[in-house]
């Protein structure tokens, strides 16, 4: 059977998409991924050493003042609704002609194809060539349930979150009625009102990628939402020895904190000062720490025999070395940590991430969410004296952790949609 993947977004978005093509690559299917990047990684020595096609899209090319702009405003927003809007206005409309491009190639070549929830012009060229269409879901945060409060709104009652996501997916829908109504009338369907939500949640099938050990589905999620595990790419995509002088820090002291911020960090200078603050807190507290940083001007810190500046290296193999991890809530960021039994801080940057790094303390392995539109030296400096005193954190982190390690995430995907696949009728593949 022929597959056609499309993706979209930062390394974070990506890398399940890429592990699922792996996984039915080996599963002996044809895969062909499309991939359009928000930030520039090149992932075709993977793509052939897995042995699937790939292609990559036009990246963005947006000048670091436009940039650190970009990064306030959207980090700014109380709601994750303008953030989200935000997102599509500065990294998926201005790719968005690549996007529907590819969507229209991939259905003329696949038997199947399979998207990132946001990819919604897949949607629509499958639906007009009358091929199955699954899709991906990153967070379960976007799928809307009367059981899981829109993220940046409190808790009000069952009955009123479920008019909330329904509010809030007809405003999307009416901010992208104008691309949706262009893409269908292209292939000859009817314009349908508040049509989003069908588009980004496959009723054939939607996997969720993320671990049942972190994430219990929702009683109102209906059949077609299937929690597949986290999408993580091979052991052997990773390299496998850290670096020298990361080794010898490592051995040199206690376990330290490690310290990223992930695709975050692409919002620089006005992330560099997130950096900084941490490094502050961690002296404060007298915590070693590793900080990741990869961008073109190193931020403002001292370092020496307790503070290292590092660029990037495999979480497999550093984080388990840790005494707590420092990060975004990005979801793979949050699943590696969990899985290497290490408890976290999480620092909340953008939509998603307020969901991930509320779920990681309410299961008791990380000691505070903190917003970054919010943080303070103070507030950090209090989570990591909570990650010291606190033995609960990092038991129940390994007792987590241990449990994640036996999952396959992919493997678990491949079976679903070959079962899917396999039971979908004439009468479901024209629905």
């Known amino acids: 059977m022929i597959f056609g993947i499309q993706s979209w977004g930062s390394e974070g978005d990506n890398r399940p998409l890429l592990a699922l093509a792996a996984g039915l690559t080996a599963a002996g299917h044809e895969v062909n991924l499309v991939i359009s990047s928000i930030d520039g990684q090149d992932y075709s020595d993977y793509a052939a050493r897995k042995g699937f096609g790939l292609r990559q899209t036009a990246s963005l090319n947006y000048s670091p003042t436009e940039l650190e702009l970009m990064g306030k405003k959207v980090i700014g927003y109380r709601n994750s609704l303008p953030q989200f809007r935000s997102v599509l206005d500065y990294l998926f409309n201005p790719l968005i002609d690549d996007i529907w491009s590819e969507s229209r190639r991939l259905c003329e070549i696949s038997d199947v194809v399979i998207g990132h929830f946001v990819v919604y012009p897949l949607s629509i060229a499958a639906q007009g060539r009358g091929i199955p269409h699954i899709t991906v879901t990153t967070t379960p945060s976007v799928i809307p349930s009367a059981y899981l409060r829109h993220p940046g709104v409190p808790w009000m009652g069952k009955r009123l979150n479920s008019l909330i996501w329904k509010a809030g997916s007809r405003l999307i829908s009416r901010i992208l009625k104008d691309s949706i109504r262009r893409m269908r009338s292209a292939e000859r369907l009817p314009f349908q009102k508040n049509t989003f939500s069908s588009m980004t949640e496959s009723r054939l099938l939607n996997l969720v990628q993320a671990s049942p050990q972190l994430v219990d589905p929702a009683p109102d999620w209906g059949s077609h939402n299937r929690l597949c595990g986290n999408l993580r790419l091979p052991q052997d995509s990773v390299i496998d020895s850290l ?74 193999l550093v984080f388990p070395r840790c005494s707590g991890i420092i990060h975004h809530g990005g979801a793979g960021t949050s699943h590696t940590a969990t899985r290497s039994c290490v408890p976290s801080i999480v620092v909340m940057f953008a939509v998603d991430q307020f969901y991930w790094g509320s779920l990681l303390v309410e299961k008791g392995v990380a000691s505070a969410a903190i917003p970054r539109r919010i943080l303070t030296r103070q507030m950090l400096a209090q989570a990591m004296n909570k990650l010291k005193d606190t033995p609960s954190l990092k038991n129940t982190a390994a007792r987590i952790g241990a449990r994640m390690k036996q999952e396959d995430g992919v493997s678990k995907a491949v079976e679903i949609i070959e079962e899917v696949i396999q039971k979908c009728d004439a009468n479901l593949i024209s629905t």
């Open 243 to 316: 670096p020298d002088r990361v080794e010898k820090f490592l051995l040199s002291g206690p376990p330290p904190l490690y310290i990223t911020f992930g695709s975050m960090m692409v919002f620089e200078p006005f992330n560099s000062k997130t950096i900084e603050l941490a490094a502050a807190a961690a002296t404060d507290t007298g915590f070693r720490a590793i900080i990741q940083y990869e961008s073109r001007t190193p931020p403002d810190i001292a370092t020496g025999s307790d503070i290292m500046l590092a660029g990037k290296m495999p979480h497999e």
